[in-house]
């Protein structure tokens, strides 16, 4: 299983990051190449690229900012496992976002994906 990790600081408090970052149905107002988002039960449904891929809320820890994912269905993964982080640093933020996928390569493609995905929350949450 591949590894990867993308970070970004953002001037804006942990709280206000993670009300963005918490809200799983929201991804689609602040992901770059996603055109629609739909939530159903656990599962939240993009459409991107044009690929309709299904992702399922693993877990969200809301005292600790932390969100747990996994893609279902849709993209080239046979595993797959997101994880996004919120840590307060005084009064702004340090988010991660981890990835575990097989194949291997498929953490390097999601690494950059979401490298990017963090400049435009960092966008969205500074305007």
Same mark, same amino acid.
């Given at each position: ?11 804006? !408090? ?5 009300? &963005?970052?918490?809200?799983? +149905?929201? #991804?689609?107002?602040?992901?770059? *190449?996603?055109? /629609? ?32 994912? !996994? ?5 080239? &993964?046979?595993?797959?496992? +997101?994880? #996004?982080?919120?840590?307060?640093? *005084?009064?702004? /933020? ?34």
């Amino acid at each position: 299983m591949g590894h990867g990790n993308a970070t970004i600081d953002i001037d804006g !408090s942990a709280d206000k990051v993670w009300a &963005v970052i918490g809200d799983f +149905g929201g #991804i689609g107002d602040w992901m770059p *190449g996603v055109e /629609s988002c739909r939530v159903e039960g656990e599962d939240r449904i993009l459409v991107t690229m044009g690929m309709e891929i299904t992702e399922r809320l693993v877990s969200k820890d809301d005292a600790a900012r932390v969100l747990t994912y !996994s893609i279902t269905n849709g993209a080239p &993964v046979e595993s797959h496992q +997101g994880v #996004i982080t919120v840590t307060p640093v *005084g009064e702004t /933020s340090h988010v991660t976002w981890d990835v575990d996928a097989t194949p291997d390569e498929m953490a390097e493609v999601m690494t950059s994906i979401y490298q990017q995905s963090l400049a435009a929350l960092k966008t969205h949450v500074e305007g």
